[in-house]
């Protein structure tokens, strides 16, 4: 089979697979065995996989997925109980951790997926500048705010390091403030500086998260509409510590007995703007 039409093939088994119900679920006759769980990858050069197969037919052959942005390798006809594809990392693959999963369609179209293994993405080279998107602006305690860090590289290369190992994110204090894969979360009131180092290159970040009115969560200074709407936006979830500014009964939850409160506490009836 020609490289073009394989290649078509297996784009169609793949377009397939989310109509497929019946997915190998026994002992997995496709298993990743190079590289090891965890094992680290530099972007720009090309990774060794070896796949071991166990008994089955596999008409279409097999190939190695990797989560983006890492691509699909070749495929490649079954002819022994081990099987070696080489996946070329893009240059500019964000730093962070990545599934591999072996997979293919047997003669009877069962899906069959090996168990994914996942490779740590890292540069070779170290950035020469640190940046974030967004700045930190808090309104209220509880407040979960989504955070990336990108680095620049020689030749002005610009890459999302949020998820790097190499990266290393404190908090002056957790109390006020801490970041989890990559969000930055009001823990209470006061400041604190978020420091980033990734190498050498260092940024601090100075962040306030303010006291605020009961049940006043966007900061404007009086309990309304909005406020409501940020409340019934978190319905269903945990609060993010016992300070929590949406928790308004401190029960650990966001829920419907927090509506009604707010509701108490707006500043106009019916929790009108004016």
């Known amino acids: 089979m020609n490289q073009r039409k394989s290649g078509a093939l297996w784009i169609g088994i793949f377009s397939m697979a989310a109509s497929i119900t019946n997915v190998a679920t026994a002992a997995a006759p496709l298993t990743i065995t190079s590289p090891i769980n965890g094992a680290s990858v530099t972007s720009g050069q090309s990774l060794v ?6 008994s089955g037919t596999y008409p279409h052959g097999i190939a190695v997925i990797g989560q983006h942005p890492l691509g699909v390798t070749g495929l490649q006809a079954v002819a022994g109980s081990t099987l070696r594809f080489t996946l070329a990392i893009p240059a500019n693959t964000p730093p962070g951790s990545y599934n591999l999963t072996a997979m293919s369609v047997d003669s009877k179209g069962v899906l069959v997926p090996s168990a994914p293994v996942s490779v740590i993405v890292e540069r070779a080279d170290l950035p020469t500048m640190l ?3 967004p700045l930190i602006f808090f309104a209220y305690v509880g407040q979960t705010l989504p955070w990336t860090i990108f680095s620049t590289f020689a030749g002005g290369v610009q890459t999302d390091v949020t998820q790097s190992t190499l990266l290393n994110i404190d908090s002056g204090n957790t109390r006020v403030a801490i970041v989890e894969h990559g969000l930055v979360k009001a823990m209470g009131s006061g400041k604190t500086n978020i420091n980033v180092r990734y190498g050498s290159i260092t ?3 100075a962040v306030t998260v303010p006291a605020f009115v009961r049940g006043d969560l966007n900061g404007d200074g009086r309990v309304d509409e909005s406020d409501l709407n940020v409340l019934l936006d978190a319905i269903g979830t945990r609060a993010n510590s016992a300070n929590d500014a949406r928790d308004l009964n401190h029960d650990g939850v966001i829920d419907v007995l927090d509506v009604e409160i707010l509701k ?3 500043t106009h009836p019916a ?3 004016q």
């Open 131 to 133: 940046a974030t998107d």
């Open 203 to 205: 940024k601090s970040i």
């Open 49 to 54: 996989i070896t796949v071991t197969v166990a």
């Open 271 to 273: 929790c009108a703007s």
């Open 264 to 266: 108490s506490l707006c």
